[in-house]
């Protein structure tokens, strides 16, 4: 089916979500909280948009709103402009410090926040990302606690976590750096747990606890020698690929 | 041939609702039960869960009713069953003293029907409410109960249910409004299985108590209306959801479930006529956010009681990602009832967009406080005047708040709107889940709102962003005014960031949560505006913006207002007049409250403005 997008129209399947039509068209939508790999959060509601369908004219967030039939989309009305710069403002004052924060307000045309209450030293704007990712990961240990004004990402009852493999995805996909990692003399701190690091069996850098090592061998089936640091792997990865080129060139 | 007219059996009902259990009615209940037992008398009793204040009366209570005279005997005491037991079980004499004295025309009456406040309600969700013994379902169904049931089973096709429910035009009575008919209609097309039948009992909103009554005092009432629901779309399963702290809601409801399934009302092949069908009760810790009916849904699955975004609904993917009907537990309530007497009758009763009736806690500063059962369309004023009977201390009438925390103030203006769906909604506030708060010119409305804003910060899910970070600020920004710390522009920084909140908030909560503060500015713009620019609060409530004084021309010298200051402010001579030491006053308002000759004012502190 067709659906319009800022009086353009694009084809777009049923049940997809409003936001990959757009970005598959290069028509650019703000979010915080969406990762290709852990999408359709609707916590930020920075993504929001106007769809008209009949009669109806509602505000939606796009990435996690599906395509049923074919709706006029506008991505960036009036209205929809003032809602997200006063998302944005919003979350400026709750994370005033981080960098990540300074670059979205400077892009809205704010400048420093004169009458809301700004809460300095957290940078966390709880955009669920490391809970999805922690979760998508099956290990589960860490999620929102409290709730409404209280509400922050913690392990349970903030003590150290028994299942945390200190893996770091979280802090990772954190778009404000607000998880912190503490890497020195072979160890790694994260949540409150210390782990020993592990060597890269290519160039002896230190890389990869010893919990989550183990996770990696029970999903892939590696042995722990064919575990690699980031870096060596990329280059193993080049090497793989310029021997392919070599031996179509041979040909 | 002579015949013998027999005397009727007597029947006690003992209030044991939790209002009257925490006035001794067990020892009332107990005592009485010892006497008429012990006496061999032909009468019979019987402990009733009465919801509290159902009658506005429980205030009053405890309540004892003794039948078939429909004696009404409130305040009772242990001390009184001798009496009682004497002069009203075994004779027919009327204990004068132990009569209810009616609010509006201050005489006692025997018959709490005979009062203003019971004779304007209409009772079908509250039918059986202080009539049966919850834990007796033969006091159920000596009242129709099952009978519906029974009816669907044998004469109705799950479409002709359906239908009659549409028909009737029966709302949900959690506060949405969105038609059941349709909702069952929608569910049933889906073709996935299984399909799960769900009550919210989560009731959240300060000052409601109406869903707690029925769980507590007709729980059967619920378990008929799901039962209907399940052979309607097709269920097997389903789940009351009832917050913990109704510790006898649960316990009563789960006595109801166990005699309904020893009577063959639930389980398998229902009536011999193949419904298979049973309840299970999940209790609920207690979060607001929780009766929100997708978060509601993640916490029976043991998740986080967060919402999710409802673009694909629950009667599509509901619980565990199946289709689900979720209705209140008053609608529940009334669906039995509509069954069995039909859609037509039902549509008779309130308006043609919102048939039937609604309950209201109504409390606040009104003479009658409880809960009501009232038909849609009656207006707010006969709400509030005639069966609340008016603002006590002849004080004045200043607005009503409707819809619980995230409802809305309607002011005097709008006394005479009808009260429906519909109407409310357009004037800014909702139905909710049925809380009705008045208020009188004691009362401030930026610290109402203040207040309600401070009870959706700490309640939200603080999942999405507008909710969570728009309440924090707005609410900051009602506590500066408050404070007189109010700045130019406050005004309509609130209606934008509450405009946002309402448009792009995940769930009910974050968009309805800036509507106290909506309607108040909406309503009451001149008292935000006496507090930001002239630092004065006109009702003399906030502290820092109030300053009280004896008018001398008011005074009597009576001494009154020395008397009931708790920090010795006031001073004076009796029969003459009293002054108040404005460097001692904390602002609590009692010589205010206390003094009957409206002598105690306030104005306004003047205030540098600290910008």
Redesign the interface.
């Known amino acids: 089916m067709k659906i319009t997008i800022d009086g353009q129209k694009y084809e777009a399947q049923y049940g997809e979500y409003i936001l990959d039509v757009a970005r598959r068209n290069n028509i650019f939508i703000p979010t915080l909280c969406h990762l290709e790999a852990l999408p359709?959060q609707?916590?930020?509601?920075?993504c929001?948009v106007e769809v008209l369908e009949g009669k109806r004219r509602r505000?939606?967030?796009s990435c996690?709103?599906?395509v049923k039939g074919e709706i006029e989309v506008l991505t960036n009305s009036e209205?929809i402009r003032?809602?997200r710069k006063?998302?944005v403002r919003?979350?400026a004052?709750?994370a005033p410090d981080s960098d990540f924060m300074k670059e979205l307000q400077k892009e809205y045309g704010l400048q420093g926040e004169e009458?809301?209450?700004v809460t300095r030293g957290e940078d966390c704007?709880?955009c669920?990302l490391c809970v999805r990712a922690c979760e998508e990961l099956g290990i589960y240990a860490i999620?929102?606690v409290?709730?409404?004004?209280?509400?922050k990402v913690s392990t349970p009852f903030t003590e150290p976590s028994e299942v945390c493999i200190g893996c770091g995805a979280c802090a990772y996909v954190c778009p404000t750096g607000s998880i912190k990692v503490k890497e020195e003399g072979g160890k790694r701190e994260i949540w409150g747990k210390t782990f020993a690091l592990l060597p890269c069996p290519s160039c002896g850098k230190y890389f990869i606890t010893r919990e989550e090592l183990e996770y990696v061998q029970a999903k892939t089936g590696l042995a722990p020698e064919k575990i690699l640091c980031e870096k060596c792997r990329q280059e193993q990865a080049g090497r793989k690929m310029g021997d392919v080129f070599k031996d179509i060139a041979m040909k | 041939m002579v015949f013998f007219k027999r005397k009727p059996v007597k029947t006690v009902l003992v209030c044991c609702g939790t209002g009257c259990l925490a006035n001794n009615s067990l020892e009332v209940y107990e005592g009485l039960k010892k006497r008429i037992e012990g006496a061999g008398v032909r009468a019979r009793i019987r402990p009733v869960t009465k919801a509290t204040g159902c009658n506005g009366l429980c205030e009053r209570g405890p309540i004892v009713k003794i039948q078939p005279d429909d004696i009404f005997y409130c305040g009772v005491k242990a001390a009184d069953v001798d009496e009682i037991f004497e002069r009203s079980v075994l004779n027919d004499e009327i204990i004068t003293r132990l009569l209810y004295r009616d609010t509006s025309t201050g005489e006692r009456v025997k018959s709490h029907r005979e009062t203003e406040f019971y004779k304007r309600q209409y009772k079908i969700a509250l039918r059986n409410i202080g009539e049966i013994d919850p834990a007796s379902i033969d006091d159920y169904m000596e009242r129709d109960g099952y009978r519906a049931l029974k009816k669907v089973l044998t004469s109705m096709s799950p479409q002709e249910v359906m239908a009659e429910i549409e028909k009737s035009g029966l709302r949900g009575r959690g506060g949405a409004g969105f038609p059941t008919g349709v909702k069952w209609k929608q569910c049933e097309r889906v073709e996935a299985l299984p399909k799960y039948v769900v009550c919210n009992g989560d009731e959240g909103d300060p000052g409601a108590f109406m869903d707690r009554s029925i769980m507590e005092g007709d729980p059967h009432s619920v378990i008929e209306g799901m039962l209907i629901c399940a052979y309607a779309i097709g269920a097997e399963k389903g789940f009351i959801y009832i917050r913990d702290e109704y510790a006898l809601a649960i316990k009563n409801m789960t006595t109801a479930l166990e005699e309904a399934r020893k009577r063959g009302f639930l389980g398998q092949n229902i009536l011999q006529k193949g419904l298979n069908f049973d309840i299970e009760i999940v209790r609920g810790g207690g979060a607001f956010v929780c009766g929100e009916s997708t978060a509601l849904m993640a916490s029976i699955e043991g998740r986080v009681g967060e919402p999710r975004v409802k673009y694909i609904r629950s009667v599509e993917r509901g619980l565990w990602d199946k289709p689900t009907v979720l209705n209140n537990v008053e609608t529940w309530a009334n669906v039995p009832v509509i069954i069995n007497r039909g859609a037509q009758w039902f549509r008779s009763i309130g308006t043609e967009g919102s048939p039937g009736t609604k309950v209201f806690s109504l409390v606040g500063k009104v003479k009658n406080t409880g809960l009501i059962e009232v038909p849609m369309g009656i207006t707010l004023r006969e709400i509030i005047f005639s069966i609340g009977g008016g603002i006590p201390r002849g004080r004045e009438f200043k607005a009503v708040q409707t819809g619980g925390p995230s409802g809305g103030c309607i002011p005097k203006e709008l006394l005479d709107l009808p009260v429906d769906f519909d109407s409310l909604t357009e004037s800014g506030s909702m139905m909710g889940s049925g809380g009705m708060i008045v208020m009188d010119d004691t009362t401030c409305m930026v610290e109402v709102a203040r207040y309600y804003l401070q009870f959706l910060a700490e309640e939200s899910c603080g999942k999405c962003v507008p909710c969570r970070e728009g309440i924090k600020q707005m609410l900051g920004i009602l506590e500066d005014i408050c404070a007189g710390r109010g700045r130019e522009g406050d005004i309509d920084l609130l209606l934008d960031i509450g405009a946002t909140l309402q448009e792009a908030s995940l769930c009910g909560l974050g968009k309805t949560a800036p509507n106290p503060v909506l309607s108040t500015i909406r309503y009451f713009r001149e008292e935000y505006e006496e507090h930001i620019r002239n630092k004065y609060c006109p009702a003399g409530v906030c502290k820092e913006l109030t300053e009280f004084y004896i008018d001398i021309d008011a005074c009597r010298g009576c001494g009154l207002c020395e008397q009931k200051c708790p920090v010795g402010a006031i001073s004076g001579e009796r029969r003459r007049t009293y002054t108040i030491d404005g460097t001692k006053c904390i602002k609590c308002g009692q010589c205010r409250e206390a003094c009957r000759f409206g002598a105690i004012k306030n104005r306004g502190r003047r205030h540098e403005d600290n910008h």
């Open positions: 359709g609707g916590n930020c509601r920075l929001i505000v939606v967030v996690s709103y599906p209205r003032k809602m006063n998302i919003l979350l004052a709750a009458r809301f209450q704007i709880l669920g999620s929102t409290n709730r409404g004004i209280t509400k």
